[in-house]
């Protein structure tokens, strides 16, 4: 899943500017990519505590419960290889998208 550097601006302790995140990402060796004026980078490639800070942010915004945290299973997911931390990311999306338009739409038009 890719994302903005503004989406994780001030998270988990991270700096408040976008430059200040784009040269935090570029300290840890993250890629970014450049599309016209904004910087974008995978999930999958940041730490975890700001990646779990960024995904509670989504689950809280979209009126989910957040559940509770598994330190054993985020080991696991840790310890993945890149391409399957950023599979599994993106099916995680997929589900939170269907769970929320689940309140707003019957289940054959989801």
């Keep these: 899943?890719?994302?903005?550097?503004?989406?994780?601006?001030?998270l988990c302790g991270l700096p408040a500017t976008n430059r200040g995140v784009r040269d935090w990402l570029k300290r840890l060796s993250i890629p970014l990519l450049q599309d016209g004026n904004r910087f974008t980078f995978n999930l999958s490639d940041i730490p975890g505590p700001v990646r779990l800070a960024y995904i509670t942010k989504q689950i809280s915004a979209a009126g989910l419960p957040v559940g509770t945290y598994d330190e054993a299973a985020h080991e696991a997911f840790a310890d993945l290889p890149p391409k399957m931390r950023a599979s599994a990311e993106r099916k995680a999306e997929i589900a939170r998208l269907l769970l929320t338009a689940g309140k707003a739409l019957s289940w054959p038009q989801r």
Excluded: F, K, N, P
């Excluded at 899943?1 to 001030?10: C, H, K, P, Q, R």
């Design 1 to 10: 899943m890719s994302l903005a550097v503004s989406d994780i601006v001030g």
